[in-house]
């Protein structure tokens, strides 16, 4: 992995005062969506994939990366829906349920027997070539409610986490930057990838029209086939960034998610 890879790391550190974070640009040779869901191969998606790319492309990102739930279309399929979209970059990925959680793959031609087993999936992976983040780490982790359910308060330090959670050392790369997430799953994930030293990425995790192009991964370099993708990917040439309310794509750190918004949470 690259240096580049941590480039967009979030610092440790205290959050500054409201107002006083200075955003960053992130990187914009490509802006792709790296994590969102389409009807009908998503059932619990009302977002048309059609209408997902006329949106990505009006909203100025350059490429998305669809990730169904356990589902990626056959590839004629994925022909002919890349060949209405020229001069927009497409890549079907798949969002795995595993044993350690939802994970991102790139790279899968299709759901392989034995991949709910996130080794297995990693296995397949590297066979294939292919690329794996885990999806939203610390979602709901920090929520009472969750805390009531499960009968323990989640209490782990990013430290702590980062040394013990199996999962960390199974992927090629964190989500820190998740749509669906609240900032402070966001930064704890991020502080994780820091401390690791392995790049993160960022999507919507849009199941509708609402929520594209909040967060999306900047690659260095401008993507347009699914090679590249994994190659850049490999490279650890991107990072997570998001939007802000002036319409600026900036890197994801401690802080800056409220700033760009606006929004105290
Ligand atoms: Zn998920
Ligand atoms: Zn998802």
């Known amino acids: 992995m690259g240096v580049t890879g941590t480039r967009g790391a979030p610092q440790r550190g205290d959050r500054?005062?409201?107002?006083?974070?200075?955003?960053?640009?992130?990187?914009?040779?490509?802006?792709?969506?790296?994590?969102?869901?389409?009807?009908?191969?998503?059932?619990?998606s009302m977002l048309d994939p059609h209408e997902l790319i006329t949106l990505a492309q009006d909203m100025g990102l350059t490429g998305v990366n669809m990730t169904e739930h356990d589902k990626v279309l056959e590839s004629h399929q994925q022909k002919a829906f890349r060949e209405q979209y020229p001069d927009f970059f497409i890549n079907f990925g798949m969002?795995?349920?595993?044993?350690?959680?939802?994970?991102?793959?790139?790279?899968?031609?299709?759901?392989?027997?034995?991949?709910?087993?996130?080794?297995?999936?990693?296995?397949?992976?590297?066979?294939?070539?292919?690329?794996?983040?885990?999806?939203?780490?610390?979602?709901?982790?920090?929520?009472?409610?969750?805390?009531?359910?499960?009968?323990?308060?989640?209490?782990?330090?990013?430290?702590?986490?980062?040394?013990?959670m199996p999962v960390f050392k199974l992927v090629h790369a964190i989500e820190i930057g998740n749509g669906a997430n609240t900032?402070?799953?966001?930064?704890?994930?991020?502080?994780?990838?820091?401390?690791?030293?392995?790049?993160?990425?960022?999507?919507?995790?849009?199941?509708?029209?609402?929520?594209?192009?909040?967060?999306?991964?900047?690659?260095?370099?401008?993507?347009?086939?699914?090679e590249e993708f994994l190659e850049e990917l490999h490279g650890g040439r991107f990072e997570a960034i998001h939007r802000t309310r002036e319409k600026r794509w900036v890197r994801l750190e401690q802080g800056s998610i409220e700033e760009a918004t606006g929004s105290p949470d």
């Open 95 to 164: 969002e795995v349920s595993t044993d350690m959680g939802h994970m991102i793959a790139v790279g899968l031609p299709t759901y392989l027997q034995g991949i709910r087993k996130a080794a297995k999936l990693r296995e397949e992976l590297d066979r294939l070539g292919g690329y794996l983040i885990v999806a939203h780490p610390f979602r709901r982790l920090f929520d009472p409610v969750t805390a009531m359910r499960t009968g323990e308060k989640f209490e782990l330090t990013p430290e702590q986490a980062a040394e013990t």
């Open 183 to 226: 900032p402070q799953e966001n930064y704890f994930a991020a502080e994780v990838a820091q401390i690791l030293g392995i790049p993160g990425t960022g999507g919507s995790d849009a199941h509708s029209t609402s929520g594209i192009a909040t967060f999306a991964t900047g690659f260095e370099k401008h993507v347009t086939t699914p």
């Open 16 to 44: 500054p005062e409201e107002g006083s974070l200075e955003l960053h640009d992130g990187l914009q040779g490509s802006i792709i969506e790296m994590h969102v869901h389409t009807n009908p191969a998503s059932s619990d």
